[in-house]
């Protein structure tokens, strides 16, 4: 069982990384083009893709090193260790949290109410980044106290929260923050669907009623755009639920059976299938680029545009 997770961290999550790294410094270079970045959702997808790159460098690198090559730097200073779970979990909600504001801001551009409307812009985009940024950044300052470098077993030394009460808090805390960024990423999308079919039948009435605001040729070119911002972003939601809801299951099972007495292979079952999910979980981080190749036509060409300039 270990052999597979060494297997694992040391063929399948280096290629992952530089996918990852690759897909990441990609789609960054593509928001931020000209005609792309005047859009909220560009904005929100910017500050997504910076904190999925750091996330690569911080939990996923140091994941492969550890259990792939059993190379660990953060059990021999308490500093390197601090920083290192702190930046684990900034990055880990950061990431998630970008994309519940991109879904927001999908709810008001596709809300019916022209008012409402009006807040889908680039200015909201900065202020809720950075005031989310600043929070969650206060809001996991406690690792930089209370993580510690504790000795599991024999043998077995690790950077991670102290068993008891820190421990525990950490653990519900994570529990807590992924169920509620999923609620929220299904609630926002369900809401962005409705408005979606809310509009294409007021399009609809429009048309019989031969009553126009604006060219056909602009209003479709916009509605285009608009969707293929919308699939990208759905495409980001259903795989960060797909590849999160294990770990986060796994969670709630550790916390319900930590009392329970366990055999070796159960403890050795149970953590092959933990490495196995951080595993999975780290997915979403390294793959946005590539389903945003799959799913929009805009994407492609602006990415088919960088290439041919350079």
Known sequence: MSSLNTYLYQIASPILMILG????????VVFRRKNLRKNPCSIYFIAYNTANFMYIYSSLLS???????????SIYSIVICRLRFYAILIFSVLSPFYL????????????????????????????????GTLFWTLSYSHAL???????????????????????????????????TVISLMLIFGIIYIKNIQNLGRIQATVDISAVRTMPKH????????????ILMLFMEITIYGLCSSPFAMYLIYAQITQNQI????????????????????????CTA???????SKTFRTEVKKIFNTR
Not at 21 to 28: E, S
Not at 289 to 295: E, P, S, W
């Open 21 to 28: 790294t690759v897909g990441c410094i990609i789609n960054i």
């Open 289 to 295: 680029c590539y389903t945003n190749l799959i799913v």
């Open 63 to 73: 994941s492969t090193l550890s259990i792939g090559y059993n190379i660990d730097y």
């Open 218 to 229: 602009n209003s479709n070119s916009f509605s285009r755009k608009d969707r293929q911002w």
């Open 145 to 179: 106290i209370f993580t510690d470098i504790v000795q599991l077993g024999p043998n077995f030394i690790m950077c991670t929260p102290p068993p008891g009460a820190y421990y525990i808090f950490t653990t519900y805390f994570e529990i807590i923050k992924e169920i």
């Open 100 to 131: 519940v504001l991109a879904s927001v801001d999908r709810v008001f551009i596709t809300s019916p109410n022209a008012r409402t409307r009006q807040r889908s812009t680039c200015r909201l985009a900065y202020i809720c980044i950075g005031i």
């Open 262 to 285: 366990k055999t070796y292979e159960r403890l050795e079952l149970e953590n092959m299938i933990s490495f196995i999910f951080i595993f999975t979980a780290a997915i979403p981080f």
